[in-house]
């Protein structure tokens, strides 16, 4: 769900007041919740976060990098895991990476170097726009799945219950809906239905139906504090360290962005560009994706849909496209103890076959 981990405060918000980005708390709702908790170095919302790249080791050995291979990073962020694939790269190798992340791409301006390009936009794009600028086949694929901590820790973002601020949640700041605007115009089922899929929070029919009362009998929901605060006031039992909030907000993240429909339709586009022995890896941060991955991956390697019963030759039944490289790798202690947001991710790693 989140990656990399920064200096940010460490408890979360309970607020309905007007936007601020000025963090406010109420103890006798909430406890520290693991995946936006770290050490604090600075009180200060508008501070710029340090940011640590999840399973950079692990993920990078597993595209096992060729010297003059073409490689893809579709989820930039801060550059982790594109610098260490560049280190790695010899003088004809390359590198492109993806973000629809405005603030992901203007960091990427500080790599200058020939064989790295950086393209705005989402990894569901990835072959047309690969083919835009003439490549066809790469030697291995990165997908960092999930929400950074830069946005979590920027406190207009909206993506965070701990700032009061205003409800975006959009990755690409350029384009959409924000997550204000979908609370503003959803139906009660409909924002029941995405709370319950995408959050798989238990309490979302109570939740869907006090948010859709305050918003019709109050005032429009506009800000993370409101928010987060109609859903204290709703979910009465949680999770011990976790904010009532968590799951509501991450269903609409993942809503207003897409997340789970975009990877789908970009696991087919990975398969299609990799060549013969290239390698894909996915760092997924909550059962819904992983999940997801999993199933193409499983799918890809059991490719028999024949009737059980069916008279067929082994050697004539259908051939894997991806074979799986390895068990799932998710973080170290160690890694967990320096990065307490990583605890949550899975690596997982296949391999492209001969087969069309």
Known sequence: MTK?????PTKALLSSKKVSAKKVVDKSKLEKHPLEVSASHSNQA??????ITVLLDEAVHALSVKAHGVYVDGTFGRGGHSKKILSQLGANGRL???????????????????????IHGHFASMQARLADIGVSAVDGILLDLGISSPQIDEAERGFSFRYDAPLDMRMDQSSGQTAAEFLSRTTEQQLAEVIKNYGEERFAKSIARAIIKERDDVRPITTTGQLTQ??????????PGQNPATRTFQ???????QELEELSLTLPQCMALLKPQGRLAVISFHSLEDRIVKQFVRDQENRDDLPSNFPVRAADLPQPRLISVGKAVKPSAKEVKANPRSRSAVLRVAERTSVL
Do not use: Y
């Open 4 to 8: 990399g981990v920064s200096s940010a």
């Open 96 to 118: 492109i990476a993806f973000d629809r992340d405005l603030a992901a791409v203007a960091s990427s301006q500080s790599i200058n170097d020939p064989r790295f390009s950086m």
């Open 251 to 257: 269903a609409l993240r993942i809503f207003v962005n």
């Open 46 to 51: 508008s501070s710029v976060p340090e940011h």
């Open 230 to 239: 109609i859903v204290a006031n709703t979910v009465t039992r949680f999770e």
